[in-house]
């Protein structure tokens, strides 16, 4: 079965620190990955995507995928309060597949 | 620029009726696909539309179909309610050409609660 993988958390970490959240998956043939942001009673917002192995940085977000290891994780720096919401990991499992696979999401919480 | 719009927002049904929920593209997509998101879980791939047929379909019963028009716009209907079909309704539109990697980016979704 092929999956993507997310520990549901939550997570909590302080104002101002970084947070690290997660997400493997099962087809190494996978070749797009992305994080979403969802805050509670809405939609999901695409905050990064990534297609080569290696870091992406956008403003306090940077994506890492490392494809041998089968992982993509999103590091959130300066975290914020307006930060707390669930993030999801989606992933093309299959090469060209058009159809991303959506992990279960991890609810982040920044307290003050 | 727009970006992707759906209607209604909420909707309330009983079960065995029938509904059909709705979707415009961001400006400059040409490809929809549909999701559904129950509480606490990833969404759930429904089907996807380009050029007005549906190209890739996930694991939902036949009571679940869909449309594409002219103008990329796109339907949901389902037949047969039921009260697991309760969620979250996601539409999503993505660059065009279709071809290879791109970007999905989601609507504000439509509440449905079978009763």
């Known amino acids: 079965q092929k999956e993507v993988e997310q520990n549901s958390g939550p997570l909590s970490v302080p104002e101002g620190a970084i947070a690290s959240l997660n997400c493997t998956y099962s087809d190494r043939g996978s070749q797009s990955f992305f994080w979403y942001r969802q805050y509670s009673g809405k939609s999901p917002e695409l905050i990064m995507f990534i297609y080569s192995n290696g870091d992406k940085e956008d403003g306090r977000f940077t994506a890492q995928l490392n494809k041998a290891s089968q992982y993509v994780s999103l590091l959130i720096r300066d975290s914020q309060p307006s930060d707390s919401a669930t993030y999801l990991c989606a992933v093309n499992l299959e090469g060209g597949s058009y159809i991303p696979t959506f992990g279960r999401g991890t609810s982040l919480i920044v307290h003050p | ?115």
């Open chain 2, 1 to 115: 620029d727009a970006g992707v719009t759906q209607s209604p927002t909420h909707l309330i049904k009983t079960r065995g009726q029938q509904v059909t929920l709705r979707c415009s593209p961001k400006s400059g997509h040409d490809t929809v696909s549909w999701y559904q998101q129950a509480l606490g879980q990833g969404p759930q791939f429904i089907f996807q539309y380009y050029e007005e047929e549906e190209r890739q379909r996930g694991n939902f019963p036949d009571r679940f179909s869909g449309h594409q028009f002219p103008n990329y716009s796109s339907e949901l209907n389902v037949n047969a309610l039921l009260l697991g079909d309760s969620a979250l309704y996601l539409c999503a539109s993505s660059s065009p050409g279709g071809a290879g990697v791109y970007e999905q980016y989601f609507g504000p979704g439509t509440r449905l609660t079978v009763t």
